[in-house]
């Protein structure tokens, strides 16, 4: 069975010098893109075994809200932080050995951007609330889905 790796990136949050990068929050859109993921996800039937969340505030935000419409709650897992790369992708895909092989990661640009890159070869610019689904397997991926924020929203 192939595995599907799902990657949101954080909401939209405070400005830059608002407060220290990593305890920066979400905004009030932010906080609507996360819930609009959560709620896209489950309709269209993606349910993760495990969630991963970067430990910046706005990040782990996101993974909460979006996590109440999935009934699973995120793990913080350090490396999401930032510098985070295919490999450790690949790594956390495969940490649901005994489930239906879905994993979601909530984390950061630029890295998600370059992680489907180097897993599918697509080019792609990952907005704010954005989600993009991998199918993995055999050590190669496809881009099976890219959402922007205002598609997850109307889905409902």
Do not use: N
């Not at 999401?80 to 895909?93: I, K, N, S, T």
């Not at 950061?108 to 599918?120: A, G, K, W, Y």
């Amino acid at each position: 069975m192939a595995r599907q790796l799902w990657l949101l990136r954080h909401g939209d949050a405070e400005p830059y010098g608002t407060r220290p990068d990593a305890e920066r929050r979400l905004t009030d859109r932010g906080v609507e893109q996360a819930r609009a993921a959560g709620t896209a996800l489950a309709a269209l039937g993606v349910q993760p075994a495990i969630v991963y969340t970067s430990p910046r505030v706005r990040a782990r935000e996101t993974a909460e809200h979006a996590c109440q419409a999935l009934g699973v709650d995120p793990v913080e897992h350090g490396a999401l932080a930032g510098g985070f790369d295919a490999r450790e992708a690949l790594e956390l895909a495969a940490s649901d050995a005994d489930g239906d092989g879905r994993v979601l990661i909530v984390g950061h640009e630029p890295d998600f951007s370059q992680i489907v890159h180097d897993l599918t070869g697509a080019r792609i610019d990952m907005k704010k609330g954005g989600i993009a689904g991998v199918r993995l397997e055999g050590g190669r991926g496809e881009l099976i889905v890219l959402l922007r924020p205002r598609e997850l929203l109307a889905i409902r």
